[in-house]
């Protein structure tokens, strides 16, 4: 576990685990999001899905039923195509705050 110092402030950084799945797909989803604002002007034919193929995962996961849950599932447990992936996150850990 690395720490980091930001002032008063201690932040841990930590491999994401399968809890944090809402959070992240919460922030996948605002990723693409920003990719589609910021591009719109300059790639005016690219729509949101299409941004979610380039950036999320592949069609099939989007497709399927819990399709990135199990997709994310896959890559927290280092599944198959996924053993050399580490996502880690930073955790505030200020003023005993988790999170």
């Not at 050399?84 to 955790?91: E, G, M, P, Q």
Request: proline share 4%.
């Amino acid at each position: 576990q690395a720490w980091l110092r930001e002032g008063p402030r201690r932040f841990a950084v930590e491999p994401v685990g399968a809890g944090d799945a809402d959070a992240f797909l919460r922030l996948q989803d605002l990723f693409v999001q920003e990719h589609f604002e910021l591009a719109k002007t300059l790639y005016a034919g690219v729509g949101l899905r299409d941004w979610q193929l380039c950036l999320c995962c592949p069609k099939q996961v989007l497709d399927a039923p819990g399709g990135r849950q199990s997709h994310l599932a896959d890559m927290v447990h280092q599944k198959e195509h996924f053993e050399n992936l580490r996502i880690l996150k930073a955790v505030d850990h200020s003023q005993g705050q988790d999170g």
